[in-house]
C-alpha cells in the first residue's frame, strides 16, 4: 500500500498572522496528531521568498526564525512532522530545472494564481527605461519550483488554501507530463481545502479581502493581549450600525467572519459577562443565537467585539507562552531545523536519483556505466 505524505508550509516573509493559523498551522497539527500521515513535511519556504526579495536577503533570513517559533509554538512536533529549509535542500533547484521544460510560458502566464501575486506586487509587463520593477523570473517561475518542492517528497496531500487551488493543478499537469514522458516516476498529489469555509480566505481587521503585513491589519500569533484587544477594538463591523438599537448585518462584517472561524459553543458560558452591561443582559448559547440578536437589533459592537476578543485570546494565551519559552532555546529550535533539513534532503535525493533514471542522464550510476561503455563501443566498431 503506498504511503500517504503531506507537503506544506510558508514563506518566511514575516511573523505569522491568524489567517495562516486558520487556513492552515490549525489543521498541520490536527492532521499531524491524526495518526493518517506516513510523514509530513513542513517547509520553510525562503527560496522562494527571495524570488520577490532578492534586494533584501536579510529579511528572508531573519524571519526563518519567526516562523519556525510560530510552528512550534502552534503545536507541530518535529518528532511527527519534518520542519526544515527550503534553501538546504539543493536537490529541489536540480528537479525545478528539469521541470521548466515540461511547462510553457503560456501556460505560466495563464496561471490565475501567478497573475494575481503579480498583480498584487505591482510588477509590470516592462522594466525599459527608469521602470525597475519587471517580473523576476524566478518569481514568474514559482509554480514549476512549488511542484519540485510537493513531488520531491512523493506527497500525496497538500493542504493549502482555495487561491492556490491552480498551483496544485499545474504540479498535477507537470507530474503527468513527466510521467508520460520518462515512464511513472513521480507522484500525483490531491489537494486538501481548509474544511470551515471562514477559514478559506480570512479577511484583515479592516475588512479588505487580504490580511498583510504591508496593510497593517493583521493579527499576530505572538501580538500581546493588548496588542490583540487595540485590534480587534479597531476592526471594521457593520458601517450602517450606527445606533445600538438598529438591526446589524452579519454579511461582510469582519468580526463575525472571525466569529465564524474561531467561535464554539463552549465559549459562551466561559465569556459570558461579555454580554453583561450596565442597561442589557444577554444570555447565548450558540454563534447562531448571537446572529439572530444582533440581526434584530439592541446588541451593541463593542459587547460582540469584547467576546471575539476573549475568544481569540483564549486561543492564542498558550501559543504566546509556548513561544516566550523557545524564544529562551533558540540553539534548540535551529537544531530542529538542521536535522529536518538533513532528512528532506535525503528523500528528496532519492526521488532526484529516480527522475534522473527515469531520464537517462544517471551516467555514472553503478552497472549504468558499463553498459553505456559497452553500447557506445560497439556503436563506433560498427
Same mark, same amino acid.
Given at each position: 500500500?503506498?504511503?500517504?505524505?503531506? #507537503?506544506? =508550509?510558508?514563506?518566511?516573509?514575516?511573523?505569522?498572522?491568524?489567517?495562516?493559523?486558520?487556513?492552515?498551522?490549525?489543521?498541520?497539527?490536527?492532521?499531524?496528531?491524526?495518526?493518517?500521515?506516513?510523514?509530513?513535511?513542513?517547509?520553510?519556504?525562503?527560496?522562494?521568498?527571495?524570488?520577490?526579495?532578492?534586494?533584501?536577503?536579510?529579511?528572508?533570513?531573519?524571519?526563518?526564525?519567526? !516562523?519556525?517559533?510560530?510552528?512550534?509554538?502552534?503545536?507541530?512536533?518535529?518528532?511527527?512532522?519534518?520542519?526544515?529549509?527550503?534553501?538546504?535542500?539543493?536537490?529541489?533547484?536540480?528537479?525545478?530545472? +528539469?521541470?521548466?521544460?515540461?511547462?510553457?510560458?503560456?501556460?505560466?502566464?495563464?496561471?490565475?494564481?501567478?497573475?494575481?501575486?503579480?498583480?498584487?506586487?505591482?510588477?509590470?509587463?516592462?522594466?525599459?527605461?527608469?521602470?525597475?520593477? =519587471?517580473?523576476? !523570473?524566478?518569481?514568474?517561475?514559482?509554480?514549476?519550483?512549488?511542484?519540485?518542492?510537493?513531488?520531491?517528497?512523493?506527497?500525496?496531500?497538500?493542504?493549502?488554501?482555495?487561491?492556490?487551488?491552480?498551483?496544485?493543478?499545474? @504540479?498535477?499537469?507537470?507530474?503527468?507530463?513527466?510521467?508520460?514522458?520518462?515512464?511513472?516516476?513521480?507522484?500525483?498529489?490531491?489537494?486538501?481545502?481548509?474544511?470551515?469555509?471562514?477559514?478559506?480566505? #480570512?479577511?484583515? @481587521?479592516?475588512?479588505?479581502?487580504?490580511?498583510?503585513?504591508?496593510?497593517?491589519?493583521?493579527?499576530?500569533?505572538?501580538?500581546?493581549?493588548?496588542?490583540?484587544?487595540?485590534?480587534?477594538?479597531?476592526?471594521?463591523?457593520?458601517?450602517?450600525?450606527?445606533?445600538?438599537?438598529?438591526?446589524?448585518?452579519?454579511?461582510?462584517?469582519?468580526?463575525?467572519?472571525?466569529?465564524?472561524?474561531?467561535?464554539?459553543?463552549?465559549?459562551?458560558?466561559?465569556?459570558?459577562?461579555?454580554?453583561?452591561?450596565?442597561?442589557?443582559?444577554?444570555?447565548?448559547?450558540?454563534?447562531?443565537?448571537?446572529?439572530?440578536?444582533?440581526?434584530?437589533?439592541?446588541?451593541?459592537?463593542?459587547?460582540?467585539?469584547? +467576546?471575539?476578543?476573549?475568544?481569540?485570546?483564549?486561543?492564542?494565551?498558550?501559543?504566546? /507562552?509556548?513561544?516566550?519559552?523557545? /524564544?529562551?532555546?533558540?540553539?534548540?529550535?535551529?537544531?530542529?531545523?538542521?536535522?529536518?533539513?538533513?532528512?528532506?534532503?535525503?528523500?528528496?535525493?532519492?526521488? #532526484?536519483?529516480?527522475?534522473?533514471?527515469?531520464?537517462?542522464?544517471?551516467?555514472?550510476?553503478? =552497472?549504468?556505466?558499463?553498459?553505456?561503455?559497452?553500447?557506445?563501443?560497439?556503436?563506433?566498431?560498427?
Amino acid at each position: 500500500m503506498s504511503k500517504k505524505i503531506i #507537503l506544506t =508550509g510558508d514563506r518566511p516573509t514575516g511573523r505569522l498572522h491568524i489567517g495562516h493559523f486558520v487556513g492552515s498551522l490549525r489543521r498541520r497539527v490536527e492532521l499531524q496528531e491524526s495518526g493518517l500521515f506516513d510523514k509530513i513535511f513542513i517547509m520553510i519556504a525562503d527560496a522562494q521568498a527571495l524570488t520577490d526579495n532578492a534586494d533584501n536577503p536579510e529579511k528572508v533570513r531573519q524571519n526563518i526564525i519567526e !516562523v519556525a517559533l510560530d510552528y512550534l509554538s502552534c503545536g507541530l512536533d518535529p518528532s511527527k512532522s519534518t520542519i526544515f529549509i527550503q534553501s538546504q535542500v539543493s536537490e529541489l533547484t536540480e528537479l525545478t530545472f +528539469f521541470y521548466n521544460n515540461l511547462v510553457t510560458v503560456q501556460r505560466l502566464q495563464r496561471n490565475p494564481t501567478v497573475k494575481a501575486e503579480i498583480q498584487m506586487r505591482g510588477f509590470s509587463d516592462s522594466d525599459e527605461g527608469d521602470n525597475k520593477a =519587471g517580473t523576476p !523570473v524566478g518569481f514568474f517561475c514559482y509554480p514549476i519550483s512549488q511542484a519540485a518542492d510537493i513531488t520531491a517528497f512523493k506527497a500525496t496531500t497538500v493542504p493549502v488554501g482555495e487561491d492556490q487551488a491552480p498551483m496544485i493543478e499545474q @504540479t498535477r499537469e507537470i507530474v503527468r507530463k513527466f510521467n508520460s514522458t520518462y515512464g511513472e516516476t513521480l507522484v500525483e498529489p490531491e489537494i486538501m481545502l481548509p474544511d470551515n469555509a471562514a477559514c478559506l480566505r #480570512l479577511p484583515g @481587521t479592516d475588512g479588505k479581502a487580504k490580511m498583510s503585513k504591508s496593510l497593517g491589519n493583521c493579527i499576530y500569533l505572538s501580538d500581546s493581549a493588548d496588542e490583540l484587544w487595540a485590534k480587534v477594538k479597531g476592526m471594521y463591523t457593520d458601517p450602517l450600525h450606527l445606533q445600538v438599537s438598529d438591526p446589524g448585518h452579519i454579511e461582510g462584517n469582519t468580526v463575525f467572519t472571525y466569529l465564524d472561524a474561531f467561535c464554539r459553543d463552549e465559549h459562551f458560558p466561559k465569556f459570558r459577562e461579555c454580554f453583561i452591561g450596565k442597561k442589557v443582559s444577554f444570555e447565548f448559547n450558540s454563534l447562531d443565537e448571537l446572529k439572530e440578536q444582533y440581526k434584530a437589533g439592541g446588541l451593541g459592537d463593542m459587547m460582540i467585539k469584547k +467576546f471575539l476578543f476573549e475568544v481569540l485570546n483564549d486561543i492564542l494565551s498558550p501559543i504566546r /507562552e509556548r513561544r516566550h519559552e523557545l /524564544e529562551k532555546n533558540i540553539p534548540y529550535v535551529y537544531e530542529v531545523l538542521r536535522k529536518g533539513s538533513e532528512v528532506a534532503r535525503a528523500e528528496a535525493a532519492d526521488t #532526484l536519483a529516480a527522475v534522473k533514471r527515469a531520464m537517462r542522464i544517471n551516467y555514472f550510476d553503478a =552497472g549504468v556505466l558499463d553498459e553505456l561503455i559497452a553500447e557506445q563501443t560497439e556503436r563506433f566498431k560498427a
